[in-house]
């Protein structure tokens, strides 16, 4: 069994910082990709920024210079939001990309969803 556990969400004030973190834990070989995606209402999931293995990244236009992707590595990948904006307001889901044994297919496994909410 896989789990991703995410923790730091909350309420800020726009221009304010949060930092999200999500832990990938259980039966895991290898992490590939890793990632961090948010949906607002009644709109569609969208990635905010990724990184590889090897520490490449990859952000949305929309937060690049004000969100920062790292990982570490006891399998946990974060996200320093600053400069928040009320269009920033979405859950935040984390994504993992990996395999749980040298056989096993590569596996995309999601976190349950942090509430990231910025007021004006």
């Known amino acids: 069994q896989v789990q991703l556990v995410e923790s730091g969400g909350g309420l800020v004030q726009a221009g304010g910082s949060l930092r999200l973190s999500c832990a990938a834990s259980?039966?895991?070989?290898?992490?590939?990709?890793m990632g961090w995606y948010r949906q607002a209402p009644g709109k569609q999931r969208e990635l905010v920024a990724a990184?590889?293995?090897?520490?490449?990244t990859n952000y949305a236009d929309s937060v690049k210079g004000r969100f920062t992707i790292s990982r570490d590595n006891t399998n946990t990948v974060y996200l320093q939001m600053n400069s928040l904006k009320p269009e920033d307001t979405a859950v935040y889901y984390c994504?993992?990309?990996?395999?749980?044994?040298?056989?096993?297919?590569?596996?995309?496994?999601w976190g349950q969803g942090a509430q990231v909410t910025v007021s004006s």
């Open positions: 259980g039966s895991i070989f290898r992490i590939n990709d």
């Open positions: 990184i590889t293995s090897t520490g490449n």
């Open positions: 994504n993992a990309e990996l395999k749980r044994s040298t056989w096993s297919p590569l596996t995309a496994y």
